[in-house]
């Protein structure tokens, strides 16, 4: 079955721009909606936003000035950057897969901790 | 944006009860309501999709209902495992949001 797997930096600085990388396996990236969701350390979840293997993107609007994404589909991959980062932005970071952007999330990636610090 | 608000925010409850959980939407959102569960150092599983369809693999005790704004997530039968805590979120508008959790301690 398909199976995410967040990568990325565990520790970023302030001011500095997060980057992570969701590859999925067991299936292929195209035809689906490919998300990320955060959650800070005991809080609830977050959307960050998602794009389709066609490049189109939706973002959240609370982080849409400092946001991007993107997808390679020859690497079964794709990509967030978040830039200007605060310790606001320490979370688990996920990505989840939905058949379109108005739909639920099934499967998740087993997340990433992203701390922001000095 | 669409507010989810759950309640409650926190039950205790013992094995073989019944729990039901809301959430509210604060516009209507027709069926667009889904449901997960999250267990501590784990992420969230899909429990129910669009309101009330159930979910491959998913043990039969949990169901959902509701449309509009007033959704309800139930557990028949809560067993020790379901201690968790439990999100609804909306897929009817941008941005996407979720509900702030209603977590299950079961004693």
């Known amino acids: 079955q398909v199976q995410l797997q967040e990568s990325g930096p565990g520790l970023v600085k302030p001011s500095e721009t997060l980057s992570l990388t969701c590859t999925v396996s067991?299936?292929?990236?195209?035809?689906?909606?490919w998300s990320w969701i955060r959650q800070p350390p005991g809080k609830g979840l977050e959307w960050i936003g998602y794009?389709?293997?066609?490049?189109?993107?939706n973002y959240n609007p609370s982080l849409q000035s400092r946001l991007t994404m993107s997808v390679d589909t020859s690497k079964n991959q794709f990509s967030l950057r978040l830039s200007s980062v605060t310790a606001a932005d320490t979370a688990v970071y996920y990505c989840?897969?939905?058949?379109?952007?108005?739909?639920?999330?099934?499967?998740w990636g087993q997340g990433t901790l992203v701390t922001v610090s000095s | 944006e669409i507010v989810l608000t759950q309640s409650p925010d926190f039950q205790s409850v013992t094995p073989k009860e019944k729990v039901t959980i809301t959430c509210r939407a604060s516009?209507?959102?027709?069926?667009?309501l889904h449901w997960y569960q999250q267990k501590p150092d784990q992420s969230p599983k899909l429990l129910i999709k669009?309101?009330?369809q159930s979910i491959s693999g998913v043990p039969s005790r949990f169901s959902g209902s509701g449309s509009g704004t007033d959704f309800t997530l139930t557990v028949n039968s809560l067993e020790p495992e379901d201690a968790a805590t439990y999100y609804c979120?909306?897929?009817?508008?941008?941005?996407?949001?979720f509900g702030q959790g209603t977590r299950l301690e079961v004693k």
């Open positions: 989840a897969r939905s058949p379109s952007g108005r739909n639920s999330f099934d499967p």
């Open positions: 067991g299936g292929s990236i195209r035809t689906f909606c």
């Open positions: 669009y309101a009330s």
């Open positions: 794009i389709y293997d066609s490049g189109h993107t």
């Open positions: 516009q209507s959102i027709g069926s667009s």
């Open positions: 979120h909306q897929s009817s508008y941008l941005p996407i949001t």
